[in-house]
């Protein structure tokens, strides 16, 4: 008889254990999953391409951006950044990449509330509810994507409104998130 108590006790226990540990699962994680608007826009082509999607961010350091069903993805997975853009694959890691040295350190620190970062490439500029980032790669090489990166913040809750990567010439990507 005393056995079987302990079994239950021993049971019980590890069920509470279970759900503790679970619990902690999921503030760690923290996913959270917003509804995006990708424009894309090109000085060649007349009319803006415009679709919907996903975004997903998980603390401390991943993001996902899905559009058109899934067919165009933007990608933080800690320091390897992947983007799908019209069937083209394109990965590459912050570690190795300075264009993208600064937005993934950027992009961490608005994911996980914290203050953005100083820096000679990094202009902050705060008005009213709003805190645009503005992000200019120093290094400029003809083969970088984006020619600057412009993220706008909810300057109370944290949340990401904007991401715009500008590319060459006047065209642009722009995500809206709601």
């Excluded at 165009?72 to 190795?96: A, P, W």
């Amino acid at each position: 008889m005393k056995e079987m108590n302990e079994m239950k006790e021993m049971k019980e226990m590890m069920n509470r254990l279970f759900i503790f540990l679970i619990c902690t699962l999921v503030q760690f994680t923290s996913l959270s999953a917003q509804t995006v608007t990708k424009t894309s826009h090109k000085k060649a082509v007349k009319t803006d391409v415009v679709t919907t999607g996903t975004l997903t961010i998980r603390k401390p350091d991943y993001i996902s951006i899905s559009t058109d069903g899934g067919k165009d993805q933007l990608t933080m997975e800690g320091t390897k950044f992947t983007m799908t853009m019209g069937g083209r694959q394109h990965v590459t890691d912050s570690q190795k990449n300075p264009q993208f040295a600064t937005f993934h350190t950027v992009l961490k620190a608005v994911i996980n509330q914290q203050a953005i970062p100083q820096g000679d490439d990094i202009t902050v500029v705060t008005k009213g509810t709003t805190t645009t980032v503005t992000i200019v790669p120093a290094g400029k090489k003809k083969r970088q994507l984006f020619t600057s990166f412009v993220l706008s913040v909810d300057a109370k809750s944290k949340a990401l409104r904007t991401l715009r990567m500008n590319g060459r010439g006047e065209d642009y990507t722009e995500y809206t998130f709601k």
